[in-house]
């Protein structure tokens, strides 16, 4: 399809007419001298607003977000606690830089006045520490940001004390490290403990003395852990108590006391069975030890006020014999186990009552009134003991005593002799009551007095043999018990009174208690 011609024409003639009035336009324009004149003028003031406005235009379109950006840097660098560094990224740094490129800028100026305050707290902690490198450069910081003089001032002189005690604090964390690595931990002044103890109370926050000190008191604590597994509980409570002393939060120090109770209470255990088995003074030491760490322990006190008692009586029996040398031994146990001022003088003069009686046993009767008399007292008190009941006890004041010392003045005079016959009977009926009874240690003591007075009593024999075989049964049924201890005393005491080992019923007994001590 083709245009018609008429309107190609009109469309080229529109064309024409377009580019010749704009070439018009344009050839009158240069021209015209006043339009050239308007034209040099706005060149002219755009030219010096160019050259009076273009620095401080460029630096408001280029230089405030860089600024800005620049103190947010020194801000978070300041809160991470990083004042200064050579690569730049510190406080001080990146607030400098923003005020190299504002120096009218005032948060600029705020901010590395905080970091010299920062600088100084900084300087302050690590003199606190030890860290005198740490603290002298915070403090050359501080003081080139110009902090204050008087807050410089203050912190320096803290600084140069610190430098002055410096050799002393280093030499005194030596020795200490010296000594833990020795594992002389505590005792003497030259321990580490102490030694650790010195340096932190110069310098309370010091790194390498807490690291020391809490080294040292673990093994400290381990050392008390091993004490008790051992059942050395003194050792074990006297640890734990100097532990306690220089640190009483230590982590170690519940588990150390865990173990010590439990020490603690198979001391008591253990003192309890001792006790049982007549041994006084074992038993006596035991409950001691418990009460050196435990002095409320009412288990223990009463375990060893029992141990004092049994330990007395033994020194009046043993007195009682002329054994003079183990009647001291018992006294002397029982003075160190603690008992009391009246329960000694009780023992001494019962030992010197006996040792009155062996001198007049081994000298000759006196023949003087004094003596007539002293003998007559005797028998008074003789009489007097024998119409309450006490033949055999208490120890110094019974019949058995008192008629003993006077055989010993006396041994020939016909109303001591008397008295020895009337004494006799009343041993035998004495043993014969305890037999029955089943009281078996009482008729142990019946039955010595009886063949002390009386040796060559023929009814002694078959009485002898009756105790063994009592000893023996009443050994077997507590072993049925569980009680072992007394059955291993039963077992000794039957030997004693003349039961054959190879007796049926000793050999069983015997037979019985070794095969409980394998099994143990």
């Known amino acids: 399809m083709s245009r018609h011609p008429d309107h190609e024409d009109a469309a080229h003639a529109a064309l024409r007419r377009v580019r010749r009035e704009g070439r018009w336009w344009w050839v009158q324009a240069w021209q015209s001298r006043r339009i050239w004149r308007w034209a040099l003028l706005v060149a002219v003031v755009v030219f010096v607003l160019l050259v009076a406005f273009g620095r401080p235009l460029a630096n408001w379109f280029w230089n405030e977000p860089q600024v800005e950006q620049l103190l947010d840097r020194g801000d978070r660098a300041l809160a991470a606690g990083c004042l200064s560094a050579a690569d730049g990224s510190g406080a001080r740094e990146w607030y400098q830089a923003a005020l190299a490129l504002d120096s009218d800028r005032p948060q600029a100026r705020a901010g590395l006045a905080r970091t010299a305050r920062a600088a100084l707290r900084q300087a302050g902690a690590a003199l606190d520490a030890g860290d005198l490198a740490t603290a002298q450069r915070a403090l050359a910081l501080a003081r080139e940001l110009q902090v204050p003089q008087r807050d410089y001032d203050a912190v320096a002189r803290r600084l140069r004390e610190h430098q002055q005690d410096g050799a002393g604090i280093g030499a005194l964390l030596g020795r200490a490290e010296s000594a833990l690595q020795a594992q002389r931990l505590d005792g003497s002044d030259d321990s580490a403990l102490p030694l650790f103890q010195q340096v932190l109370a110069r310098a309370p926050n010091h790194l390498r003395a807490l690291e020391g000190r809490e080294d040292a008191l673990s093994d400290l604590l381990q050392q008390a852990r091993d004490a008790a597994a051992r059942g050395d509980v003194s050792a074990a409570a006297e640890q734990v108590r100097r532990a306690r002393g220089f640190d009483p939060g230590h982590v170690d120090l519940p588990a150390s006391e865990a173990a010590l109770n439990a020490a603690l209470e198979a001391r008591l255990n253990e003192a309890q069975r001792l006790l049982r088995r007549q041994r006084w003074q074992a038993a006596g030491e035991a409950f001691q030890s418990v009460l050196a760490t435990r ?47 009246r329960q000694l003088d009780t023992a001494r003069q019962a030992i010197t009552q006996a040792r009155q009686a062996e001198r007049a046993l081994t000298s000759p009767p006196a023949p003087n009134a004094r003596g007539k008399r002293e003998v007559v007292a005797l028998l008074r008190r003789f009489d007097e003991a024998q119409a309450r009941g006490d033949f055999l006890s208490p120890p110094g004041r019974s019949a058995y005593d008192a008629l003993r010392e006077a055989q010993a003045m006396a041994p020939r005079d016909p109303r001591v002799r008397a008295a020895a016959q009337r004494l006799i009977p009343d041993t035998g009926a004495c043993f014969e009551d305890h037999l029955r009874g089943n009281r078996v240690q009482a008729a142990s003591a019946c039955l010595e007095a009886w063949q002390t007075l009386s040796p060559g009593d023929a009814a002694l024999t078959p009485a002898r043999q009756r105790l063994a075989q009592r000893w023996l049964a009443i050994g077997s049924e507590r072993l049925g018990q569980g009680d072992v201890e007394f059955a291993t005393l039963a077992l000794q005491m039957a030997s004693r009174w003349g039961a054959g080992s190879s007796a049926a019923e000793f050999q069983s007994l015997q037979s019985r208690l070794r095969d409980i001590g394998a099994q143990r």
Do not use: V, Y
Not at 297 to 325: H, K, N
């Open 295 to 341: 002095p409320d322990d009412t288990a223990a006190q009463q375990g060893q006020q029992r141990a004092i008692e049994a330990l007395l009586a033994s020194a009046a029996r043993l007195a009682a014999d002329f054994r003079f040398d183990l009647a001291g031994q018992a006294l002397a146990s029982a003075e160190a186990l603690g008992a009391n001022g």
